[in-house]
């Protein structure tokens, strides 16, 4: 990982909600999927909600689709909002744009095992 990669900002939200930027890419973590979105598929991030903690993502298409996390910090959020309107492409007002919500890719979340001894595993006593 790149010192580039390690300083991007990851935003934590409620019931273990995330989101980072990674290669070209917002991930959000919601849910139990994790949905990718190219940042060719976001029209903008906007800072909004009560004491200004909401992070609203709008992917671009016909019908616009919107993607929100709220988190405690609202330094965090602006940061995060101006981190993705960095990421974004320049494009002409007349160059079309793609349907956002045709990039968007999920997954399922693995859960992670709780630390415990499998069975059959031996634990050493020094006696």
Same mark, same amino acid.
């Given at each position: 990982?790149? %010192?580039?990669?390690? %300083?991007?900002?990851?935003?934590?939200? $409620?019931?273990?909600?995330?989101?980072?930027? =990674?290669?070209?890419?917002?991930?959000?973590?919601?849910?139990?999927? =994790?949905?990718?979105?190219?940042?060719?598929?976001?029209?903008?991030?906007?800072?909004?909600?009560?004491? *200004?903690?909401?992070?609203?993502?709008?992917?671009?298409?016909?019908?616009?689709?919107?993607?929100?996390?709220?988190?405690? %910090?609202?330094?965090?959020?602006?940061?995060?909002?101006?981190? *993705?309107?960095?990421?974004?492409?320049?494009?002409?007002?007349?160059?079309?744009?793609?349907?956002?919500?045709?990039? *968007?890719?999920?997954?399922?979340?693995?859960?992670?095992?709780?630390? =415990?001894?499998?069975?059959?595993?031996?634990?050493? $006593?020094?006696?």
């Amino acid at each position: 990982m790149t %010192s580039a990669e390690m %300083s991007l900002p990851i935003l934590h939200g $409620r019931r273990r909600t995330s989101v980072r930027l =990674r290669d070209g890419a917002m991930l959000l973590e919601t849910d139990g999927v =994790r949905r990718r979105m190219p940042v060719t598929a976001i029209e903008r991030a906007d800072v909004r909600g009560a004491k *200004v903690r909401r992070l609203t993502v709008v992917l671009k298409g016909g019908e616009p689709v919107a993607h929100h996390l709220t988190c405690r %910090s609202a330094p965090g959020v602006h940061e995060f909002a101006q981190a *993705v309107r960095r990421a974004l492409p320049v494009r002409d007002a007349d160059q079309p744009r793609p349907n956002g919500t045709e990039l *968007v890719t999920e997954e399922p979340l693995e859960r992670a095992a709780p630390n =415990r001894l499998r069975s059959g595993s031996t634990r050493h $006593r020094r006696g």
